[in-house]
Nanobody
Framework: QVQLVESGGGLVQPGGSLRLPCAAS????????MAWFRQAPGKERGMVAF???????YYTDSVKGRFTIALDNAKNTVYLQMNSLKPEDTAVYYC??????????WGQGTQVTVSS
């Protein structure tokens, strides 16, 4: 099992930036995918971005050009840099790791609120 702890959420004005770190601990692994999901009130949880151990990245269309996912292997941490934030980015953001076919381990989530 992998323990994931997110941080960095908060209240930010439209157009602002936040960086969300997700620190991983527990079992070691070589091949994996780490992802950020988000869930807004009344909506289903959806994937925002992922990054593989090989460096492949993916972004959902609504965040392309604004968000960047990155890995710091030395710190066992994945980051989500969010720029040009919009009110519709308001959600609870979750970090997750996939070692096989599914995302089995999740963090507790961190709230991001974009409002003036």
């Amino acid at each position: 099992q992998v323990q994931l702890v997110e941080s960095g959420g908060g209240l930010v004005q439209p157009g602002g930036s936040l960086r969300l770190p997700c620190a991983a601990s527990g079992r070691t692994f070589r091949n994996y995918v780490m992802a950020w999901f988000r869930q807004a009130p009344g909506k289903e949880r959806g994937m925002v971005a992922f990054i593989s151990s090989g460096g492949t990245t993916y972004y959902t269309d609504s965040v392309k050009g604004r968000f960047t996912i990155a890995l710091d292997n030395a710190k066992n941490t994945v980051y989500l840099q969010m720029n040009s934030l919009k009110p519709e980015d308001t959600a609870v953001y979750y970090c997750a790791v996939r070692l096989g076919a599914t995302y089995n381990d999740w963090g507790q989530g961190t709230q991001v609120t974009v409002s003036s």
